[in-house]
């Protein structure tokens, strides 16, 4: 059994910054890669950011220079650092990781809970 847990959100004022996290728990042989997303009130959910095992990083182009995705493979936690927040960044933030449990398994998707962000003054 897999668990995503993402942390780190919160109220913040336009131009501040935050750092989420997602620690990944359980049966884990290997994490393939991890990706952030995002949900604004009335609309669908979008990608923001990823990284993958080999530490290679995207993000979207929108965020790009303002959200940086990192990682700590020792305590399997992936962060999404976003700086210069505004009001249009207030979203459900949701961490979502592929995984392979144990040696020979096949790689299996989980999704975090989500962890709301609020940009206002």
């Known amino acids: 059994q897999v668990q995503l847990v993402e942390s780190g959100g919160g109220l913040v004022q336009p131009g501040g910054s935050l750092r989420l996290s997602c620690a990944a728990s359980?049966?884990?042989?290997?994490?393939?890669?991890v990706s952030w997303h995002r949900q604004a009130p009335g609309k669908e959910r979008e990608f923001v950011a990823a990284?993958?095992?080999?530490?290679?990083?995207r993000v979207v182009s929108a965020l790009r220079g303002r959200f940086t995705i990192s990682r700590d493979v020792a305590s399997n936690t992936t962060f999404l650092q976003m700086d210069s927040l505004g009001p249009e960044d207030t979203a459900d933030y949701y961490c979502?990781?592929?995984?392979?449990?144990?040696?020979?398994?096949?790689?299996?998707?989980?999704w975090g809970q989500g962890t709301q962000v609020t940009v206002s003054s």
């Open positions: 979502n990781a592929v995984i392979v449990s144990t040696k020979g398994e096949a790689p299996q998707r989980y």
């Open positions: 359980g049966t884990i042989f290997k994490i393939n890669g």
């Open positions: 990284i993958t095992s080999a530490n290679t990083t």
